[in-house]
């Protein structure tokens, strides 16, 4: 293998490495797999192409993310895309307590009981909203409201507004649900 060819490997290898020591894990958006393609593609065809063409066999480190692997991860900011306003959001069953993980990496708990949501940001209660049936089928899925605050889920997302202006909100993907 020439020298070339070699540094594009070694830093596809080493970025994949710092991820799983850094505890943030592998993470697809289907560009990163063509772009980890690329550095790993052979100059000449003679040469072998991979991560693990010089590595032992099996080394989970180096191996790239499958695609369609779109977990949620804490702590790694990403994008999360708001559904349409007609996307299903069917209700969830009194006392359902749902993690989501939001775009900047923050997490945020929604305990959904009776009408309410009570809004938990780190281990920080903020809110509690009453469903909004009105709002609900003005904007789509569900809107709670309350002390100058809304929360709105439509399908797997949440957009929280604690009130503080346009760039406080904060949109979150469903990570888990006790329902």
Do not use: W
């Not at 593609?41 to 993310?65: H, I, K, L, W, Y």
């Not at 997490?107 to 009453?130: C, H, I, N, Q």
Request: hydrophobic share 35%; with cysteine.
């Amino acid at each position: 293998m020439t020298p070339r060819t070699a540094h594009p490997t070694v830093l596809a290898v080493a970025i994949t490495l710092m991820c799983v020591l850094a505890a943030c894990g592998p993470r697809s958006t289907g560009d990163d797999d063509k772009q980890v393609a690329a550095a790993d593609a052979p100059d000449s065809p003679g040469e072998v192409a991979g991560p693990n063409a010089g590595g032992a066999p099996g080394d989970a480190a180096a191996t790239p993310p499958a695609a369609g692997d779109d977990d949620v991860l804490s702590g790694v900011p990403q994008s999360i895309p708001l559904p349409a306003r007609t996307t299903p959001t069917p209700p969830l069953p009194d006392d359902t307590e749902v993690t989501y993980l939001c775009a900047d990496g923050s997490d945020l708990r929604v305990r959904y009981a009776a009408g309410l949501a009570s809004v938990t940001l780190g281990v920080d209660k903020v809110a509690t909203l009453a469903l909004s049936p009105e709002a609900s089928a003005e904007h789509g899925g569900e809107v709670y409201v309350g002390q100058g605050q809304g929360l709105r889920r439509i399908g797997g997302v949440v957009e929280f507004d604690p009130g503080k202006g346009e760039d406080a909100i904060r949109r979150c993907g469903e990570a888990s649900s006790t329902a």
